[in-house]
Nanobody
């Protein structure tokens, strides 16, 4: 059973930065696509960024140029660097591990979430 543990969330002022980390247990990390999703109160969960096993990345339009996803397969860890943060980036951020098309995102593994709050 894979477990994902996120860390790095917190309170930051607008324009500030945070780095989220997600550590995965098990030995299959390097085979899976990793994604970061977020969900704000009253809103649907949305995909923020994803990265394939070989490092190809994809970003939501709202975060392009500000967020960077990366992974370290040797450490079973995926990162999300959040720069130039805006109040609308405030949400619970979730780490997700999946293997399309066999295991779609919603059927994959999920972390417990980490809160990011952007406020002055």
């Amino acid at each position: 059973q894979v477990q994902l543990v996120e860390s790095g969330g917190g309170l930051v002022q607008p324009g500030g930065s945070l780095r989220l980390s997600c550590a995965a247990s098990g030995s299959v990390f390097s085979m899976y696509v990793m994604g970061w999703h977020r969900q704000a109160p009253g809103a649907q969960r949305e995909l923020v960024a994803s990265i394939t096993p070989v490092g190809s990345t994809n970003y939501a339009d709202s975060v392009k140029g500000r967020f960077t996803i990366s992974r370290d397969n040797a450490k079973n860890t995926v990162y999300l660097q959040l720069n130039s943060l805006k109040p609308e980036d405030s949400a619970v951020y979730y780490c997700n591990m999946y293997l399309p098309p066999l295991i779609p995102s919603e059927k994959g593994y999920w972390g417990q979430g980490t809160q990011v709050t952007v406020s002055s």
